[in-house]
């Protein structure tokens, strides 16, 4: 937080608008009117558009305690650029719609935005409209994003084929790990404020924890490999409920090598310290937001040049159903155990 | 309310989404990829893409003591299509963001959807997607629409010109004098639970305020005379504020009759046993969701021909300002007073 403390009411609701959205400068010829009318004018030139949303709720989603409003800004466009590239487009315009107490100031929606504008720089997103309205206690964040694809070149999850390769980006489990630190300092401040956090150590879970990225990459080296994934989804409620997802919609069953799921020794490390098992922090833990993809065998040469993509098992008929093989040699049925109640819903 | 009440825990978050949109047929041939993926994918055909959100917090923007829960779910999507018409675009898809507390039950999101459903079917548009998350208390209701339009066809805020006539839709102040007829019900309730509400007489603005439309019939007036009027927006706020944003955005000045702003029989009834100005209603009550916009001379003849269309006055220079000029004679500046804290803002 700045030490000065402006009231959003002292702006109004149309000067604080202008305020947070008087530099933006737009990057997509797409953007053809952003903000400042009833709605933004689009024009994707003969591709599809691509469009997500999703809505955080403060308590909910996040907490300010130990979340800062820029990380926060930044994550709130990511998830929804996750889904963008997890349908194999590129983003290209976000809408924000706030709900602000009067508990925050205007430097603090500064903050916010710093992060928002960030994290579209970054990406090559614009910010072309929104809805800034009172709430009556908590922040609440809506983003939808937008992006283009070249016809028919979308990845949906229903599509996946029998004896398809089932690959993850990244590495998984991180961000669950970071969020029991967080939680964990947390509950240690409450109890005795005069305790300072001891998280030095933990920067990389705790890092993919409050700033993670979306996997434009992995999308950018399917396009200049000509890799088309058969299906793909983005790790938002963790692995088993993600490869679930692909499954059901797409009638088949699945085998998941544990031994083969990508864990960071930083995450190891973690879990040990919480005595968890790491594996189950990559299946069941969430946040992640990296892509979990099939495709046909013979692209395996092609991926097998990326480090950053890993083959995890393969496509079976359904009668198999989805079932990991655990590093001790036994197979189970993969079940979908994640730690968030009522979450990212349709996405 | 329906006797039954299902816990939502017991369809879990993705049950709850499938409970709630297994009946979607998409009408629109632009509708690529609806409901149960990462992002829906839209194709408007060589068209541009407009897209407008609108953020609804209980509390803030709704009382459900007054307002059902099917009426909220159309009125939702209302708000959020007259911005699309505010355009001179056509309304083709909307995604749905639901922050939703265990005080609700699937029956209660069966009336909401209901609701949803209904308009979508009314003015043609495809749900097309979202987020159902949870919230702490209040129900939350994100709601973003796309539509179409021939490119450069939208019409914007800033384009006015001077000599233009300034003209509204329908009739204005309604929705404002029904809301205050709901506040007052609502007050005799909390003191009186035994007293019945007695709105009989009051169905025309107490509808206005619950169940409002969008002008979908002007713009397709405009398409069928070849109007193209030359600045527009939806009223949500008042007349007066969105006068103002015309005439700041097109850098322009303004006369506005006020014998000639259309305000219906009804609302002069209700505004009278209020002991309240219609011409105040009008001006500043807001959430009438008519249409503002200035038009060429030229159309004069044709604009006539529309019952459904005032002209109320015209553009200046901007020197001259904002201004109105009373059924006495006076003239005096336009100002912006709300009666809405922050909201609604850049749409």
Redesign the interface.
């Known amino acids: 937080m700045n030490e000065t403390r402006t009231e959003?009411?002292s702006l109004?609701?149309?000067g604080?608008?202008e305020h947070l959205?008087k530099n933006i400068e737009l990057q997509n010829a797409s953007s053809?009117?952003g903000?400042?009318?009833?709605?933004?004018?689009?024009?994707?030139f003969?591709k599809?558009?691509?469009?997500?949303?999703?809505?955080?709720?403060e308590?909910?989603?996040f907490d300010l305690m130990y979340t800062p409003l820029k990380h926060l800004g930044y994550k709130s466009v990511i998830v929804n650029l996750s889904?963008?590239y997890?349908?194999n487009?590129t983003p290209t315009?976000i809408?924000?719609?706030?709900?602000?107490s009067n508990r925050f100031s205007v430097e603090s929606m500064d903050e916010f935005y710093e992060g928002v504008y960030a994290a579209c720089e970054k990406y090559g997103v614009d910010l072309?409209?929104?809805?800034?309205?009172?709430?009556?206690?908590?922040f609440?964040i809506?983003v939808?994003?937008?992006?283009e694809?070249t016809?028919d070149k979308?990845v949906?999850?229903?599509t996946a084929q029998k004896g398809d390769l089932l690959c993850v980006s990244g590495d998984l489990g991180a961000a669950y790990l970071g969020l029991l630190f967080l939680e964990r300092e947390k509950k240690i401040f409450m109890e005795n404020p005069q305790i300072q956090p001891d998280l030095e150590n933990e920067s990389y879970v705790i890092g993919r924890m409050l700033k993670p990225e979306a996997r434009k990459d992995i999308i950018e080296f399917f396009e200049k490999q000509e890799i088309m994934p058969s299906a793909?989804?983005?790790i938002s409620d963790g692995l088993s409920s993600e490869i679930l997802h692909i499954c059901k919609?797409s009638n088949l069953g699945c085998v998941l090598y544990e031994e083969k799921i990508p864990v960071a020794e930083e995450t190891k490390k973690a879990a040990f310290k919480f005595e968890i098992d790491p594996t189950a922090c990559a299946l069941s833990g969430g946040e992640d937001y990296e892509l979990v993809f099939t495709v046909s065998q013979t692209d395996f040469d092609k991926l097998v040049t990326n480090e950053q993509i890993s083959v995890v098992g393969y496509m079976t008929e359904p009668e198999q159903g989805a079932t990991i093989i655990t590093k001790g040699g036994s197979k189970h049925a993969l079940t979908a155990q994640g730690w968030n109640?009522?979450?990212?819903?349709?996405?």
């Open positions: 959003i009411s109004g609701e149309f604080l608008i959205t053809i009117v903000v400042g009318d009833d709605a933004a004018v689009i024009d994707h003969g599809q558009t691509v469009i997500t949303t999703d809505l955080l709720v308590g909910v989603h889904d963008i997890a349908m487009a315009q809408i924000l719609g706030l709900g602000i072309v409209g929104g809805d800034t309205t009172s709430s009556q206690e908590g609440i809506s939808t994003a937008m992006g694809v016809p979308y949906k999850r229903s793909m989804m983005d919609q109640h009522l979450k990212n819903s349709t996405e």
